[in-house]
């Protein structure tokens, strides 16, 4: 039997990520332009195997076009070098509701570790067979190369380390 193929739906999607800013409040940001597509051995969305994603670094959004500009700098994610986060991932567990894989991000590729809550699947009003996943994990920004730095004149910490990811992924299954 073949595997089924799935692919994000970008319209109900969305990826985003929380980092503190001067350790007192979070910013909020988001990619704009993403992709992905995971194959499972049955239409139930069980059984996954192979699952990539991809994001245009140059399409991130904090809401400030400056801080945005200096994301995409030398100094964060060098997006003219490096256009592209992809986060490749063998196998999603269902029961342990973990998702293993390797995020890479400015040519430096780790190993994380990401919570899931699968929503489930569903066939839409136009007879679409979607699938539903909240992913959300923690990285350190720094152990992928995004090491700016800098300190208020109180010795505050301007950008933590820290960064949270969450994701509302809807897949749609592919004939």
Do not use: C
């Not at 679409?128 to 800098?150: C, H, N, P, Y």
């Amino acid at each position: 039997m073949a595997n089924t193929k799935w692919t994000i739906d970008p319209t109900h999607s969305e990826v985003t990520f929380k980092v503190k800013h001067l350790m007192i409040s979070t910013v909020t940001g988001n990619f704009k332009v993403f992709e992905g597509y995971a194959e499972s051995e049955s239409d139930e969305f069980k059984s996954i195997s192979n699952i990539e994603f991809k994001a245009d670094v140059k399409s991130i959004n904090t809401n400030n076009e400056q801080r945005d500009e200096h994301l995409r700098s030398a100094d964060f994610f060098a997006a003219d070098e490096n256009a592209e986060m992809i986060f490749r991932a063998s196998k999603f567990d269902v029961e342990t509701e973990k998702l293993e894989g390797e995020l890479t991000i400015r040519n430096t590729t780790k190993p994380v570790t990401l919570d899931v809550d699968f929503g489930g699947v569903v066939v839409d009003p136009y007879g679409q067979t979607k699938a539903g996943l909240t992913v959300s994990g923690k990285i350190s920004r720094k152990e992928f190369g995004l090491t700016w730095d800098a300190v208020t004149e109180a010795g505050s910490v301007v950008v933590s380390d820290q960064v949270r990811i969450n994701t509302e992924v809807q897949f749609v299954k592919q004939a």
